[in-house]
């Protein structure tokens, strides 16, 4: 019977227990600051440029880069060239689209 579990220059007493403040709790529920009067549809998520309501964007056409929880909009075409090194996305697209019109 072989047992390989050495610690390996952990000093004796080496208490094996991750300390609280490690996890951090991690607020993903409701955002605490709602946006206020936006005047903008969204920001671009490379340059922080606002996209207007009804304004030209592209999406990346790449999945990952689509998910509910990690949405990215580019303002140009250079933005989104700018993000394809990030993602390391084997063959890059991207789609266009026309933001919603202002609410109200
Ligand atoms: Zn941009
Ligand atoms: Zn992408």
Not at 54 to 79: E, H, M, P, V
């Amino acid at each position: 019977m072989t047992v390989t579990l050495s610690l390996v220059g952990a000093p004796a007493g080496w208490a094996c227990r991750p300390s609280r403040s490690f996890l951090v709790r991690i607020a993903g529920m409701s955002e605490p600051n709602p946006p206020e009067r936006s005047t903008y549809w969204q920001k671009c998520s490379v340059c922080k440029k606002p996209i207007p309501f009804g304004g030209a964007y592209l999406k990346c056409a790449i999945s990952t880069c689509n998910r509910k929880s990690f949405q990215l909009w580019f303002c140009s075409d250079s933005c989104w060239d700018a993000h394809n090194p990030d993602q390391n996305h084997r063959h890059p697209s991207y789609t266009e689209h026309v933001a919603p019109r202002a609410p109200g």
